[in-house]
């Protein structure tokens, strides 16, 4: 009998050997990541993505990441891209779908498809200024996979939990976050 070769595309070993090194070198696990935004017109602005700090250094993307927010046109807006609370669920869709590949990788499981769709409810009240006992964020999220892969419905949700579990995203935005903002 042949074993069968499961690739969802991650390299768990690199993952791995990545771990053991920096259990040794902690200080190499410190990273600084870094958006810079810039206001375009009215609600639009674009944000860009290129440079971070780790591994000691500081290090680039092959590319210039580039991310274009606004507001919808119901908010009297030119709608020129995604709201910037979007961006945000795109961004805990996107570490908890990376962390079901890499968790199904590392437990040989064949991934065939993964959809995450997520849904985060919102009272505008509290950003219009109308209520202000009004949350501005979000009031909760709502996050459902449709996963379809060579394993039992328990190994599935198995991977959606390890995935919540080591999501920075999902850290991010279910704990508090220390922000300091400055004005130069």
């Known amino acids: 009998m042949t074993a069968v070769q499961v690739n969802n595309g991650v390299n768990v070993q690199a993952l791995l050997d990545a771990r053991e090194?920096?259990?040794n070198a902690p200080e190499a696990a410190q990273f600084k990541w870094r958006a810079e935004c810039k206001w375009v017109n009215g609600t639009h602005s674009s944000s860009t993505v290129e440079g971070f700090f780790g591994l000691g250094d500081e290090q680039r993307h092959r590319?210039?990441?580039?991310?274009d927010a606004d507001h919808p046109e119901v908010f009297a807006s030119e709608d020129n891209g995604a709201t910037p609370v979007e961006l945000v669920l795109v961004?805990?869709?996107?570490c908890l779908t990376a962390g079901v590949a890499a968790v199904a990788q590392n437990?040989?499981?064949q991934l065939k498809s993964v959809t995450a769709t997520l849904e985060g409810g919102m009272d505008?009240?509290?950003?219009?200024?109308i209520d202000s006992d009004v949350r501005n964020g979000f009031d909760g999220i709502n996050v459902h996979f449709n996963i379809d892969a060579d394993a039992s419905q328990e190994d599935i949700e198995a991977l959606v939990a390890q995935s919540q579990k080591r999501s920075a995203v999902f850290d991010i935005v279910t704990n508090p976050t220390n922000v300091t903002v400055e004005v130069n």
């Open 124 to 129: 505008i009240a509290g950003i219009l200024g």
């Open 107 to 109: 437990r040989e499981i």
């Open 21 to 23: 090194a920096l259990t």
């Open 63 to 67: 590319t210039t990441f580039k991310f």
């Open 91 to 94: 961004g805990l869709a996107s």
